[in-house]
Nanobody, 124 residues
Framework: QLQLVESGGGLVQAGGSLSLSCAASGRAFSDYAMGWFRQAPGLEREFVATISWTGGISRVADSAKGRFTISRGYGSNTVYLQMNSLKPEDTAVYYC?????????????????WGQGTQVTVSS
């Protein structure tokens, strides 16, 4: 089992920044590709960003391109999501996910482990 714990969410004004962290424990974190997803009230969970097990390949959703950056720190078993120029439509619960296969993926079904989520609220 791999346990994932997100942190860093909160309330921020539009145009501001937040940095989310996801701490992994329990298994060999370095073998897993990682992803961030989000779910706004009344909507389906959607892809935000993903990064390969090496950290060399990543992808960000079109809605977040140019504003969000995903990275991972191997020594700390942590994956990060840096969010800049936040908009009210970025308001959601953000979830961290891990995928046994080390390649990037954008679909929920491709991930094996999920965190509990952290709330991000962007005020206008």
């Amino acid at each position: 089992q791999l346990q994932l714990v997100e942190s860093g969410g909160g309330l921020v004004q539009a145009g501001g920044s937040l940095s989310l962290s996801c701490a992994a424990s329990g298994r060999a974190f370095s073998d897993y590709a990682m992803g961030w997803f989000r779910q706004a009230p009344g909507l389906e969970r959607e892809f935000v960003a993903t990064i390969s097990w090496t950290g060399g390949i990543s992808r960000v959703a079109d809605s977040a391109k140019g504003r969000f950056t995903i990275s991972r720190g191997y020594g700390s078993n942590t994956v990060y999501l840096q969010m800049n120029s936040l908009k009210p439509e970025d308001t959601a619960v953000y979830y961290c996910a891990a995928r046994r296969r080390g390649t990037i993926a954008t679909m929920l079904i491709e991930y094996d482990y999920w965190g509990q989520g952290t709330q991000v609220t962007v005020s206008s």
